[in-house]
Nanobody, 124 residues
């Protein structure tokens, strides 16, 4: 059984930085595309970023491009999301997800494995 665990969330001031980590166990991590999604209260889950199995193709939502960086270490079964210049509108629960296949990286329905989420709060 694949287990996905996010860490690194918390409270940060606007303009600050934070790095989220996502550890995956119980599966073949290097076979998965990995994605980050977020969900704010009362809103739908939205795509943030994704990275292919090898790590050489990152993808970003327009709202975070240039501020967030996704990366992965297959040897550590871990994917990261470095967030800079954070804004209050980045406040949400951030979810890490794994996809086995070649589905649309921005579509949360294409991901089979999900973590429980980590709260990120950006104060103004």
């Amino acid at each position: 059984q694949v287990h996905v665990v996010e860490s690194g969330g918390g409270l940060v001031q606007a303009g600050g930085s934070m790095t989220l980590s996502c550890a995956v166990s119980g599966g073949t991590f290097s076979s998965y595309a990995m994605g980050w999604f977020r969900q704010a209260p009362g809103q739908e889950r939205e795509f943030v970023s994704a990275i292919n199995w090898s790590g050489n193709s990152p993808y970003y939502a327009v709202s975070v491009k240039g501020r967030f960086t996704i990366s992965r270490e297959n040897a550590k079964n871990t994917v990261y999301l470095q967030m800079r210049s954070l804004k209050p509108e980045d406040t949400a629960v951030y979810y890490c997800a794994g996809q086995l296949g070649y589905g649309d990286y921005a579509d949360h329905r294409e991901y089979q494995y999900w973590g429980q989420g980590t709260q990120v709060t950006v104060s103004s």
